[in-house]
């Protein structure tokens, strides 16, 4: 059994079923979602149920979290400006997309927790948002830092996976988000590291060299 402690604030039917999906975690409910959490617990939170002013209190937390919003907190989902190790998504969800988010954001949590990790031949401090290689150095924006981060943690994802747990937007929405940071890093490591292959494609997927 994993040591990550899972906390459903909101809906004790989706706590139910996370228990039959046998996840591996330690899944319980709660009714205060600012309760005092041990280390290495992850909330979820359904939005519906609190307001924003209380929301954003708990962005501000050192707890890694998931808000569950539906449709029609779509304008409140542009109103949260989530921490790296937050994320936000739009009901009804995929199970397995869920799954694979949650896998994530733990990840995350850890990752930040940790001042310097290694990616590749690389080492990544994720405090100051520098990448270094042979004593050459470079900063990365916080999207930068996060999608070499969720690449780290796949071997395959698509567009729109990237969109929903970087940049929380439906996979119905066009954006050029994506292409953006990703020609922007993909700039930064051949100028910097003469590494023109740090992040791949093919058949539209995404992921780091190995």
């Known amino acids: 059994m994993s040591n990550i402690n899972i906390h459903i604030i909101g809906s004790n039917y989706f706590l139910d079923l996370l228990k039959e999906l046998d996840l591996g975690y330690n899944i319980s409910s709660e009714t205060n979602p600012r309760a005092n959490y041990i280390q290495n617990s992850i909330r979820i939170i359904f939005v519906e149920k609190l307001n924003l002013t209380e929301v954003k209190r708990l962005i501000a937390e050192n707890v890694p979290t998931i808000f569950l919003l539906g449709r029609k907190d779509f304008l409140v989902r542009n109103k949260l400006n989530l921490l790296s190790f937050h994320t936000s998504l739009i009901l009804p969800l995929e199970v397995l997309t869920f799954k694979e988010i949650l896998k994530i954001l ?105």
């Open 106 to 210: 733990i990840t995350k949590y850890n990752f930040f927790n940790k001042s310097k990790i290694a990616i590749k031949d690389y080492e990544v401090d994720s405090n100051q948002r520098i990448i270094s290689k042979k004593n050459i150095q470079i900063k990365l924006t916080e999207k930068e830092l996060e999608l070499i981060l969720t690449l780290n943690t796949q071997d395959w994802v698509d567009k729109s996976f990237l969109l929903k747990n970087i940049w929380h937007h439906n996979s119905d929405l066009e954006s050029h988000a994506f292409e953006t940071h990703l020609h922007r890093l993909r700039k930064k490591m051949n100028k910097f590291f003469k590494d023109n292959k740090f992040i791949i494609e093919k058949n539209s997927q995404y992921c780091l060299t190995k």
